[in-house]
Nanobody
Framework: QVQLVESGGGLVQAGGSLRLSCAAS????????MGWFRQAPGKERAFVAA????????NYADSLKDRFTISRDNTKNTMYLQMNSLKPEDTAVYYC????????????????????WGQGTQVTVSS
């Protein structure tokens, strides 16, 4: 079992930046592939970014890869999402997710691939 807690959300003006954190506790953090998803009101949960156990592989939603950066620090049991040039359409609840993997290089881009989820952190971008 692993517990995930997101932080770093808030209200920011368009063009601003935020860095989200996802702190993990429980089973060895480095054995998990992890990802970020977001859900806007009335919409389905959408993939944002994913990172492998080793941190050497990343995936991004095509529309976000030029502005968002995913990273992790296995020594701190923490994953990050750096979000730059934020737009009002980035407004959503952002969730981190994790699942056990046996490979250093696997990444998952679909919500159903993850068994562990945080409670989410609200990001609001004003115009």
């Amino acid at each position: 079992q692993v517990q995930l807690v997101e932080s770093g959300g808030g209200l920011v003006q368009a063009g601003g930046s935020l860095r989200l954190s996802c702190a993990a506790s429980g089973r060895a953090f480095s054995s998990y592939a992890m990802g970020w998803f977001r859900q806007a009101p009335g919409k389905e949960r959408a993939f944002v970014a994913a990172i492998s156990w080793s941190g050497s592989r990343t995936n991004y939603a095509d529309s976000l890869k030029d502005r968002f950066t995913i990273s992790r620090d296995n020594t701190k049991n923490t994953m990050y999402l750096q979000m730059n040039s934020l737009k009002p359409e980035d407004t959503a609840v952002y969730y981190c997710a994790a699942d056990v993997v046996s490979s250093l290089y696997i990444t998952y881009t679909t919500p159903g691939s993850y068994n562990y989820w945080g409670q989410g952190t609200q990001v609001t971008v004003s115009s």
